[in-house]
Nanobody, 125 residues
Framework: QVQLVESGGRLVQAGDSLRLSCAAS????????MGWFRQAPGKEREFVAA????????TYTDSVKGRFTISRDNAKKTVYLQMNRLKPEDTAVYYC??????????????????WGQGTQVTVSS
């Protein structure tokens, strides 16, 4: 069982930076691929970024490439999403997800097994 708790979301202005954190419980954090998803009002949830168990692989949706960076600290059981040059269209609830399958996070093979409760990011223009 893995429990995920996101933090760091808040109201910022366009062009600002923000770092989201996702703290995980459980003894096997390092065996899980981790990812970030987001859902804007009236839209479906979409993939943002994912990182493999040992952080050797990362992947991003095209709209955030070059602006967002996903990282993880297995000793702290935490995954991060550094978001730079934020845009109003980045406004959404951001969710952390975990799955033992890299394909689930990176390729959408199936819905990731574990989810956090979400943290709101609002970017004003």
């Amino acid at each position: 069982q893995v429990q995920l708790v996101e933090s760091g979301g808040r109201l910022v202005q366009a062009g600002d930076s923000l770092r989201l954190s996702c703290a995980a419980s459980g003894r096997t954090f390092s065996s899980y691929a981790m990812g970030w998803f987001r859902q804007a009002p009236g839209k479906e949830r979409e993939f943002v970024a994912a990182i493999s168990w040992g952080a050797s692989s990362t992947t991003y949706t095209d709209s955030v490439k070059g602006r967002f960076t996903i990282s993880r600290d297995n000793a702290k059981k935490t995954v991060y999403l550094q978001m730079n040059r934020l845009k109003p269209e980045d406004t959404a609830v951001y969710y952390c997800a975990a799955d033992q399958s890299w394909g689930a996070l990176s390729k959408g093979w199936h819905t990731p097994e574990y989810w956090g409760q979400g943290t709101q990011v609002t970017v004003s223009s």
